[in-house]
């Protein structure tokens, strides 16, 4: 519990001092628009407000943080967390920023575009293939897990609602669904994840073919609450069990 809070500290320093340092390379300017204003399209460039663009890279950013970061520490311990603390700030977090107000000095250019104008068109190629491989495995990534978790959650949920076990114990209710072959509207788990996963296809490909307002504006800023709003609830879980 005290490594968790060491952890937290650090990164609130790292934001705070660290920070400091990258922001004066760029010499920010708040008077200086961004393409959201100097391009404003009504399709991939539009202003929108402070707390839903927080929101929006918070769940961009952390969106599988919760699914995926006690798997690395059941698996690794304390090294685990450790690792994401100095690789959020000395990594992950400066290559976040440097790529995102790269693209605000050059119009909202994409880095392949960047590659281009700065390295020669070997490199754009090179890197529009690399951008291309390492977004697949992201997209795969954040279609299957997700599909997965829901899969699971209404295999449990409804499987509970049909008698499998009485309500109370989570653990219990989900090895009972498991074990017992419990359908859902006629369908076992392996139908429910693939439906699930259909289902998350066609919101990212809507999401994609239309304006930016349309659903990442309006929908991706709930996402990113719940977000927010499951990890409090998990630190004050940790908190409260004193685990």
């Given at each position: 519990m005290l490594w968790f809070f060491f952890c937290v500290a650090v990164l609130i320093l790292g934001y705070f001092i660290y920070g400091k340092i990258i922001e004066k390379i760029f010499v920010i300017n708040p008077k200086r628009q961004t393409p959201a204003y100097q391009v404003n399209d009504g399709v991939d460039y539009m202003p929108m407000s402070k707390t839903k663009i927080w929101l929006i890279q918070l769940l961009n950013i952390a969106g599988t943080g919760p699914i995926f970061g006690p798997i690395l520490g059941a698996l690794y311990g304390p090294v685990a967390m450790l690792w994401i603390v100095i690789g959020c700030i000395f990594a992950g977090?400066?290559?976040?920023?440097?790529?995102?107000?790269?693209?605000?000095?050059?119009?909202?250019?994409?880095?392949?575009?960047?590659?281009?104008?700065?390295?020669?068109?070997?490199?754009?190629?090179?890197?529009?293939?690399?951008?291309?491989?390492?977004?697949?495995?992201?997209?795969?990534?954040?279609?299957?897990?997700?599909?997965?978790?829901?899969?699971?959650?209404?295999?449990?949920?409804?499987?509970?609602s049909q008698g499998a076990l009485v309500l109370g114990d989570a653990e219990a209710v989900h090895h009972s669904v498991e074990a017992g072959g419990i359908k859902v509207w006629g369908m076992d788990k392996a139908t429910v994840v693939a439906l699930w996963t259909a289902i998350i296809f066609a919101y990212y490909i809507l999401a994609t073919l239309l304006p930016v307002d349309k659903i990442i504006g309006r929908i991706y800023p709930l996402f990113g609450a719940l977000l927010l709003f499951m990890s409090v609830g998990m630190v004050y879980g940790l908190v409260v069990s004193h685990f």
């Open positions: 977090a400066v290559h976040d920023y440097f790529c995102g107000m790269l693209s605000i000095r050059h119009g909202g250019a994409t880095m392949p575009y960047l590659a281009g104008k700065f390295l020669g068109r070997p490199v754009k190629v090179f890197i529009n293939t690399l951008a291309l491989v390492l977004l697949l495995l992201v997209g795969v990534v954040f279609v299957a897990s997700p599909a997965q978790l829901m899969g699971t959650i209404t295999m449990d949920v409804f499987g509970a």
